[in-house]
């Protein structure tokens, strides 16, 4: 969804009365929206510490097909290969 502050550039311009110019700032809503999203994923991580790495490669294995349906044969080549960073790269 793009931001409705910036539309998705990430800065927005604002006027420097003192000065008598426009500066370009990063747009504050996306900068909180990605503290947040960075706080969230710490969250997350904490919380799946305590999961089993049986259970992490299940779900991991299952999104990496669910979500890429349209590349199965190049999914079966990384299997093949055992290209372990190349697979995680497709979750
Ligand atoms: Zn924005």
């Given at each position: 969804m793009?931001?409705?502050?910036?539309?998705?550039?990430?800065f927005?311009?604002?006027?420097d009365?003192?000065?008598?110019?426009v500066m370009?700032?990063?747009?504050?809503?996306?900068?909180?929206?990605?503290?947040?999203?960075?706080?969230?994923?710490?969250?997350?991580?904490?919380?799946?510490?305590?999961?089993?790495?049986?259970?992490?490669?299940?779900?991991?294995?299952?999104?990496?097909?669910r979500?890429?349906?349209?590349?199965?044969d190049?999914?079966?080549?990384?299997?093949?290969?055992?290209?372990?960073?190349a697979?995680?790269?497709?979750?």
């Amino acid at each position: 969804m793009s931001c409705e502050e910036c539309n998705g550039k990430g800065f927005i311009t604002q006027t420097d009365y003192n000065h008598d110019v426009v500066m370009k700032i990063q747009c504050p809503s996306c900068l909180h929206e990605a503290k947040f999203l960075e706080e969230l994923e710490m969250q997350i991580r904490v919380v799946l510490r305590n999961t089993s790495h049986e259970k992490m490669i299940e779900v991991v294995s299952s999104a990496i097909l669910r979500t890429n349906q349209d590349s199965t044969d190049r999914l079966e080549t990384l299997v093949h290969s055992k290209n372990i960073p190349a697979l995680l790269s497709y979750v």
